[in-house]
């Protein structure tokens, strides 16, 4: 079985983000960029799989500028067996966008398994997974905390936390499962893996060659910081914690 992973070049999780000037996003320029944390676990579970010999390939994709060549480096510094990047050039490429594009991966290269990361850290959408999975009528394990295959009946059965506890799950291969935290810790690339990698191979095709549109169906009005929070305060009593919550946060 062949598994194909989605990962996406972001702004690294430890910087401080800064909304441009102009207000039309946030500034990436001259800011560390780096795979998304969701998606290391969906490539760490992939290559785990693998190890187990339940798989026998992993294929790391990405969307979106000549940078991405850098993430899928590391993927394949990782342990991934080939790579794919879908040069977008520097469009703005929307979860729709996306899944489009990896519908038409997947039917080039007939993987019995997609795992992508549950969402991204940069715009937190988290609809990516689910949107590829409706388009190709596969069945979906979304925020997957455990993930079991049985290679013989051909499904894979996936714990997911939900508010009331833990909710398991049983699909019919092939399927797309998207990943949540807890799954797995994510491994670091070895030095000579990553020497490795640099001479490695990435496929390059474009979304016209898939037959896809980039065409945006989201406007971004504006985006702007959180407003700064207050400093707190110590209060000496109950009762004048109490009348606070009363008379000015007004939730009592």
Same mark, same amino acid.
């Given at each position: 079985?062949?598994?194909?992973?989605?990962?996406?070049?972001?702004?690294?999780?430890?910087?401080?983000?800064?909304?441009?000037?102009?207000?039309?996003?946030?500034?990436?320029?001259?800011?560390?960029?780096?795979?998304?944390?969701f998606?290391?676990?969906?490539?760490?579970?992939?290559?785990?799989?693998?190890?187990?010999g339940?798989?026998?390939?992993?294929?790391?994709v990405?969307v979106?500028?000549?940078?991405?060549?850098?993430t899928?480096?590391?993927?394949?510094?990782?342990?991934?067996?080939r790579?794919?990047?879908?040069?977008?050039?520097?469009?703005?490429?929307?979860?729709?966008?996306?899944?489009?594009?990896?519908?038409?991966?997947?039917?080039?290269?007939?993987?019995?398994?997609?795992?992508l990361?549950?969402?991204?850290?940069?715009?937190?959408?988290?609809?990516? #997974?689910?949107?590829?999975?409706?388009?190709?009528q596969w069945?979906? #394990?979304?925020?997957?905390?455990?993930?079991?295959?049985?290679?013989?009946?051909?499904?894979?059965?996936?714990e997911?936390?939900?508010d009331?506890g833990?909710?398991?799950?049983?699909?019919?291969?092939?399927?797309?499962?998207?990943t949540?935290?807890?799954?797995?810790?994510?491994?670091?690339?070895?030095?000579?893996?990553?020497?490795?990698?640099?001479?490695?191979?990435?496929?390059?095709?474009?979304?016209?060659?898939?037959?896809v549109?980039?065409?945006?169906?989201?406007?971004?009005?504006?985006?702007?910081e959180?407003?700064?929070?207050k400093?707190?305060?110590?209060?000496?009593?109950?009762?004048?914690?109490?009348?606070?919550?009363?008379?000015?946060?007004?939730?009592?």
């Open positions: 079985m062949k598994i194909m992973v989605a990962v996406k070049r972001v702004v690294d999780y430890a910087v401080k983000i800064r909304v441009k000037p102009d207000k039309t996003g946030v500034e990436t320029t001259n800011v560390k960029m780096s795979m998304n944390p998606c290391e676990i969906a490539l760490e579970e992939a290559l785990r799989i693998r190890e187990s339940l798989a026998k390939e992993v294929v790391a990405s979106g500028p000549a940078q991405c060549t850098d899928l480096r590391t993927a394949l510094a990782m342990g991934a067996d790579a794919v990047h879908v040069d977008a050039g520097m469009a703005h490429v929307q979860p729709l966008s996306v899944a489009k594009i990896l519908r038409a991966l997947v039917q080039a290269e007939q993987p019995g398994l997609l795992i990361g549950k969402q991204a850290i940069d715009d937190d959408c988290n609809q990516t #997974g689910q949107m590829v999975a409706g388009l190709l069945p979906q #394990g979304t925020f997957a905390s455990k993930v079991v295959l049985d290679k013989e009946k051909q499904k894979a059965t996936v997911r936390e939900v009331g833990i909710e398991t799950i049983c699909l019919d291969l092939p399927a797309v499962i998207t949540d935290l807890r799954l797995n810790q994510p491994r670091y690339a070895t030095l000579p893996n990553i020497m490795k990698a640099k001479s490695k191979v990435i496929k390059k095709v474009t979304p016209e060659e898939l037959n549109e980039l065409r945006p169906e989201i406007e971004i009005i504006q985006v702007t959180p407003p700064k929070r400093a707190g305060v110590i209060l000496s009593s109950v009762d004048e914690l109490i009348d606070k919550l009363k008379n000015e946060a007004r939730v009592l």
